[in-house]
């Protein structure tokens, strides 16, 4: 089963869309994704705000920061 994951990004973000769109296909196999909104957290905007989205493991901690694609998802959640 594959670990839980959290997108960082913040509505009206394009590139956030585009992110949640190569992460479909996993998170209809099983992959569980939080969408978390950089702007209702000061610290996470002032940690996420010139970098999202990332996507990052709930389990390890590691991010993946954009651009990424479902390629690279796949190994970043297998490493």
């Known amino acids: 089963m594959p670990p839980e994951c959290q997108l ?14 190569e992460l479909m296909p996993l998170v209809e196999h099983g ?5 978390v909104d950089i ?4 610290a996470l905007f002032e ?3 010139l970098r999202i989205p990332v996507l990052r493991r709930v389990d390890t901690g590691a991010e993946l920061s954009w651009p990424f694609d479902t ?3 796949v190994g970043f959640l297998s490493g």
């Open 8 to 21: 960082f990004g913040t509505l009206g973000c394009h590139l956030c869309e585009v992110a949640e769109e």
């Open 47 to 49: 940690t996420y705000g």
């Open 39 to 42: 702007a209702e957290s000061e």
């Open 71 to 73: 390629r690279q998802v």
């Open 31 to 35: 992959l569980l994704v939080e969408l």
